[in-house]
């Protein structure tokens, strides 16, 4: 039996090009040129590398950036990375390049100007997975939603919050937006492309995520895990909500289901933050 690697080989000549001493060296050469420094960068390893089908552009995958360089070794855009990108691919139309990064993720750049245009990630159940913009537009699959979202800081003396972008899923499911980025490789361009082919006419505009924040609800006590002896319990709880979308009402469930009776059970307007 034969074992076959299911990925393929950087690429290191074509067209006339050549890349040499990249392999997990600090100052690669193109066509005979060492690539030099950018941007007061250090100590960055080379770790892959595509080149163009004319020849003309190389991609590099570095320890903290994805480079594109021209055939002289002249720097065209240094795309930094918050992971290590160990492979980079450059698609058969060189509109593209893409690069896996050793935390799992697979990143979408536009070839002309090094701008992300997506970000997808395979959970390890090998089922679950999320393809996602840089401005949050998104597709998954079920139950992958609560995996994507935004960390907020809520200051020095209190704990950061997660919201999960399936609380925002009515905005920002929008796989329509994501197919015609590979026909833009602008997300401007994609989200108006987009627009224009739905019955549902979308704004374009960016939205500050902390305006459109869903209500969260803390229980002070009693404390999590606390067993309870008695047929009744108090519950101190603080509601938190936007200006624009206060809290009106409130359900108490148990194990998922509605309790039958709430004694006093009510939204305070001065209890609302």
Not at 37 to 42: A, K, Q, V, Y
Request: aromatic share 10%.
């Amino acid at each position: 039996m034969q074992e076959e690697s299911l990925y393929p080989a950087p690429v290191e000549a074509h067209a006339g090009t050549v890349v040499t001493d990249w392999n997990r060296n600090w100052h690669p050469v193109i066509n005979g040129k060492k690539v030099p420094g950018f941007d007061g960068r250090s100590y960055q390893e080379c770790l892959g590398t595509d080149i163009t089908s004319n020849g003309n552009q190389v991609v590099l995958s570095e320890s903290w950036h994805v480079t594109l360089w021209d055939k002289n070794a002249s720097l065209l855009w240094a795309t930094p990375m918050e992971t290590n990108p160990f492979a980079v691919n450059i698609s058969g139309n060189d509109k593209v390049v893409v690069a896996a990064a050793v935390d799992g993720t697979i990143h979408w750049y536009n070839m002309a100007n090094g701008k992300e245009l997506l970000t997808f990630y395979l959970l390890p159940d090998n089922k679950r997975w999320v393809l996602f913009t840089p401005t949050g537009y998104y597709d998954a699959s079920p139950g992958a939603e609560d995996f994507l979202g935004w960390h907020l800081n809520n200051g020095p003396d209190e704990a950061p919050s997660f919201y999960p972008v399936s609380r925002f899923k009515e905005k920002f499911y929008r796989p329509d937006i994501i197919d015609a980025l590979f026909e833009t490789y602008n997300e401007k361009d994609a989200i108006a492309l987009a627009a224009s082919r739905s019955i549902k006419k979308e704004t374009t505009a960016e939205t500050d995520i902390r305006q459109k924040l869903p209500p969260t609800l803390t229980i002070h006590s009693p404390a999590n895990g606390s067993i309870i002896s008695s047929n009744t319990v108090t519950i101190s709880y603080a509601v938190k909500s936007t200006d624009d979308a206060p809290v009106k009402n409130i359900r108490l469930l148990i194990d998922g289901r509605p309790v039958a009776t709430e004694r006093g059970a009510k939204v305070l307007p001065a209890e609302v933050q």
